[in-house]
């Protein structure tokens, strides 16, 4: 069965400092990887997706980048972190097209100081 | 361009029905529903495609009407579980992503 990891589950980081989330899938072969970020109370909101490896589509122009050098991996990255950067990152994954269910990671919980 | 849902919030006691609307401005193939309890991810409760397929999951249904561009989700008879919150997520034909709605905050009291 497939499974995917998140982490880490929590972190606090300072303004100005890097940050990188892994995400890993389990189980499954080239799916579509995508990272979301929710901010407290808020909906989901897409950051990056993929559908192959070295293949990064990016939604919101930002202080964040986007990986993916494995096929079941996919990493989030910031060389700068910024206060609006808090929230929960969540993975998730699709096997073929956006027709299909997602399935999400659970998640990881960022807090900006 | 997201979704909107409405209501963003609806408080009921066990055994009531609720309805969640989800509307785009643009032409959709397919919607998604998910529920998030607090501090966990989205799981996903189901998938209606273009045709007006209406399908269920225990006392959870929906429909999909797709020359309105809006799907329902109908709680029947809630149950304490149903709490949480509910997201609508379209998307467009040939489209690798979902665009998903702000949320409908569902909180059933005993």
């Known amino acids: 069965s497939q499974t995917i990891h998140q982490w880490p589950a929590t972190l606090v980081q300072p303004v100005g400092s890097p940050l990188s989330l892994e995400c890993t899938v389990e189980g499954t072969s080239n799916p579509n990887l995508y990272w979301y970020r929710q901010a407290a109370g808020r909906g989901l909101q897409l950051l990056f997706y993929?559908?192959?490896?070295?293949?990064i589509s990016s939604e919101v122009p930002q202080n964040l980048s986007a990986s993916r050098p494995q096929d079941r991996q996919f990493i989030l990255s910031s060389k700068k972190l910024l206060l609006s950067d808090s929230g929960f990152y969540l993975c998730a994954w699709v096997e073929g097209s956006s027709y299909n269910e997602q399935f999400f990671g659970p998640g990881t919980r960022l807090t900006v100081l | 361009q997201q979704p909107v849902q409405s209501p963003q919030a609806v408080i009921l006691r066990e055994g009531e029905d609720a309805v969640i609307n989800c509307s785009s401005s643009?032409?959709?193939?397919?919607v998604h529903w998910y529920r998030q309890k607090h501090g966990e991810a989205p799981v996903f409760l189901m998938i209606?495609?273009?045709?007006?397929e209406q399908k269920g999951h225990e006392k959870i249904s929906a429909s999909f009407n797709e020359k309105k561009q809006q799907s329902s989700l109908y709680l029947t008879a809630s149950q304490l579980s149903y709490s949480g919150t509910y997201f609508c997520?379209?998307?467009?034909?040939?489209?690798?992503?979902?665009?998903f709605g702000a949320g409908t905050t569902v909180t059933v009291r005993a």
């Open positions: 997520g379209t998307a467009k034909p040939n489209d690798y992503k979902l665009s």
């Open positions: 643009k032409a959709l193939y397919s």
């Open positions: 993929s559908v192959g490896i070295g293949q």
């Open positions: 209606l495609l273009k045709g007006g």
